[in-house]
């Protein structure tokens, strides 16, 4: 009894504590009641309903347990001691664990095909390029140009695809960990939080055009990083960038991040602030022209075509772009947008997709920047407080076009649609939650948060690897 009064008292104190538990146990009975109870409202969080009452059992014995501090003191004990006996070269290391990843990727591979995969395969012999996703599209018919001789199909084709851009994104993740922290035990938590987002569902073989997005978008926060420490100039983060934008269009909203970074860094004089736009500008101008020839003398045939789908690709219906984002009062296009802005329905489709591919995401970062708000702006490291300002200008543009933006599909259809944006915020709210966090707690924190993320993760992978429908409209692939 005295232990139990020892454990609540300490909880009591730390606010942080108690509330990371509290979201905890409350996301597991939310999960768990999910699972027996499936509706339209918890579609992100009830990938239990496919397994037995077993699988259930296990699932809360395990949300239990590692909350014991012995046993998280543990488990904890068990991955330092791991973490510190294991001393390889870093580079090679990363590549090893790289290629394990890839290994996994391919072999729990999903068999289910989400929202616009299906016409993606369907039409990849004929259909013209896709503006949303133009350079997507050319590297996706270049690979398939190469596989074809071993009788790939698109399917395969796309499946690799998104298994090898998700090592390349996981050997950037733990570069990204390396730069970000100096003790092991914290890049290895920071990167196992990265790696068990519901994001990573992408790099499972996920067909759709997100998943190279995605791994655009960690290059581009770590170019960044190496920009801010003065390991390269502002002219490799500007090239990653519209080559990312170039990967899908919705990277637009990243630019004000990429204007803040050449701001925030001190430079000497304004001429230095000039070249550093200048820079910006021409690597965006030069590399739009180039890719602006590429589709017109390779995709277009050096004519610009008449029919807007020819010109644009299935998404050239001639509509608004307004159309593409949902509307504060009256709906003025219905064959896109189906709520308006703070509908309920809405509200109910984002917090699912957040809940979905970042269980824990969201409420890491604005617990730990309200929690913490005077730390970070009293922080000394000028390195770390131009990284905070870069990651806010860029998770606040990314969460606004979310919020605006209207999905193509229903609901968990089209759950791969924003899921790149979790790990920008996971990636800021990990790294605040580390650095300020009462050290006496902050493993005992940060494995309850890992923990929630791989009872998450697992039947999310499962149930897309296994072909279980998530919805009526699923595509199901078998024998693959």
């Known amino acids: 009894m005295n232990i139990f009064n020892k454990y609540f008292g300490i909880i009591k104190k730390n606010k942080v504590l108690l509330f990371i538990i509290g979201y905890y146990l409350l996301f597991v009975a939310l999960t768990l009641y999910s699972g027996f109870y499936p509706r339209e409202w918890n579609y992100g969080f009830y990938h239990l309903k496919y397994f037995s009452l077993a699988a259930k059992i296990i699932f809360l014995a395990v949300g239990i347990i590692f909350l014991i501090p012995k046993i998280n003191r543990r488990a904890n004990e068990f ?5 510190k006996n294991f001393k390889f070269n870093k580079y090679m290391t990363f590549i090893l664990i790289s290629l394990v990843f890839l290994f996994i990727f391919w072999n729990f591979k999903s068999r289910i095909i989400y929202g616009d995969g299906f016409d993606i395969m369907k039409n990849f012999f004929k259909e013209s390029i896709i503006m949303t996703s133009p350079l997507t599209f050319v590297i996706f018919h270049q690979f398939q140009k190469i596989f074809s001789f071993a009788g790939f199909t698109p399917y395969h084709t796309i499946s690799l695809i998104s298994c090898l851009f998700g090592a390349v994104s996981v050997f950037f993740l733990l ?32 067909v759709e055009y997100y ?27 500007s090239l990653i960038l519209v080559l990312t934008v170039l990967l899908h269009l919705s990277a637009g909203f990243l630019i004000p991040s990429l204007i803040a970074a050449a701001l925030i860094k001190k430079s000497n004089n304004h001429k230095e602030l000039f070249a550093r736009i200048f820079k910006i500008s021409t ?13 017109y003398f390779f995709e277009w045939n050096a ?25 504060l009062f009256e709906i003025k296009y219905p064959e896109e947008q189906k709520f308006t802005l703070f509908s309920h329905e809405h509200i109910n489709e984002l917090v699912n997709e957040h809940l979905l591919i970042a269980p824990f995401g969201l409420f890491i970062l604005i617990m730990s920047w309200m929690t913490y708000k005077k730390k970070i702006k009293t922080e000394t490291n000028l390195q770390k407080r131009n990284f905070y300002t870069f990651m806010f200008v860029l998770v606040a543009f990314f969460l606004f076009y979310t919020f605006t933006s209207v999905m193509g599909f229903s ?21 605040l939650l580390i650095n300020y966090s009462d050290k006496k707690n902050l493993k005992y924190i ?3 948060i890992l923990v929630l993320n791989m009872l998450h993760l697992i039947p999310w992978i499962a ?18």
């Open 463 to 480: 149930s897309n690897h296994l072909g279980l429908p998530t919805q009526p409209t699923s595509s199901i692939m078998s024998n693959v």
């Open 211 to 237: 998943t190279i997005f995605a791994t655009g978008i960690i290059i581009y926060i770590y170019t960044i990083i190496l920009y801010f420490k003065d390991k390269t100039s502002i002219f490799i983060p």
């Open 79 to 83: 991955l330092e001691s791991t973490v």
């Open 446 to 448: 940060l494995l309850i």
């Open 175 to 206: 570069l990204i960990s390396d730069s970000l922290f100096k003790e092991s035990i914290k890049k290895v938590y920071f990167f196992l939080l990265l790696m068990t987002l519901g994001t990573t569902q992408l790099f499972f073989g996920h």
């Open 411 to 431: 609901g968990r259809q089209d759950w791969d649609q924003f899921s790149p944006v979790a790990l920008t915020y996971s990636i800021f709210g990990n790294m």
């Open 303 to 327: 004519s610009i075509p008449n029919s807007p789908t020819d010109k644009y690709g299935r998404f050239g219906h001639g509509q608004s772009v307004f159309a593409r984002f949902y509307p």
């Open 283 to 295: 690597t965006f101008l030069v590399i739009i022209i180039l890719f602006g020839a590429y589709i």
